[in-house]
């Protein structure tokens, strides 16, 4: 299990606002290069993103389906990643310090990566989460200026 932590400079219902459009997905999540359909109803439980992982031309179809939804502050995904395997994914809303302190967690849970996970890969999957977590506020924020 890989968590990562981070101070968002926006509301909850702002970082909220991102996770709920599907059609963000890739543009915070690492790894994923574009949203082929979001089911109408995302982020209800049970709805899907259909994306595909990878750079063109070598990409795999994927998805990831919604486990848990408490809208403004909780999301569980269940992120399907071949050949990898599937992860868990829970992103924790908490306003803090007029912003939000978003809380990631992700679970290896079936396929390869359950089964070799290890310190090593568990410190690739903290810094593929610190980006994810970096590009998910940059959108929240709606910056005007580049920071580090």
Known sequence: MATV?????????????VLADGWAYSNWVVGASHVRAVEAAWPAVGTRIHHAQGNWPVTLDDEAVVEQSEPGRRLVLLAKGRPLGSARVEVVLHPADGGTRVVFTETPVS??????????SEAVLVKRNVEALSRLAAIAERRTTPQD
Not at 5 to 17: F, G, I, K, M, Q
């Open 111 to 120: 396929g390869p990566g359950s089964w070799l996970h290890n310190p090593v």
């Open 5 to 17: 932590e981070r101070h968002v400079s926006a509301e909850p219902a702002a970082v909220w606002a």
